[in-house]
């Protein structure tokens, strides 16, 4: 069941080409809060899905009006919520901005961006499965959501999980739709 009182955030953030030097990339955004939604996607030219992701969050914390919110945050990027849930931010910025193989943290510009919003909210990160087809008979949602619970702990019922799966694919379509929009910028 959805707390009224949580503002949630769903994202998604997807590269066509990302390892090309030419390529297009989109990012999704889903705000909730109670019956309020709010959807969000841009694009951007030659960038790569990591850069995507962490867009899709930004654009979502810089939309949010009121300091002191409970957030949560579901988002298929291991590289975002691993970030945010082991504190990798802690030990780069102790480390002058290095990983622990001592070699430049990417994407250092969007973290710098993204770190203040920790201490102006409270938030909870969850890793979410990305691109499930939850209507297909083939998609054991079952054990979909095992691993989700593995992820992240028993806090949420199945139908949530659904819930929560569904709108994270909502927030890929806008990332695509991101995407299209930059293909034909008419």
Known sequence: MRNDRVLRIYTDGGCSGNQSDENLGG???????????????????????????MTALLEAFRAIKKEGQNIQVFSDSSYLMDCFRKKWY???QRNGWKTSQKKPVENQDLWNELLPYIDRHHIEFY??????????????????????????????SFDEFVYITEKNNRADELANAGIDEIRVPF
């Open 127 to 156: 890793r979410v499965k990305g691109h499930v087809n939850v209507n297909s008979k083939s998609t054991d949602m079952k054990a979909l959501y095992a691993k989700f619970c593995q992820w992240n702990g028993n806090g949420f």
């Open 90 to 92: 802690v030990n780069w």
């Open 27 to 53: 990012w999704g955004a889903i705000m909730e809060f109670g019956t309020a939604s709010k959807e969000l996607h841009g694009s951007e030219a030659n960038t790569t899905n990591n850069r995507m992701e």
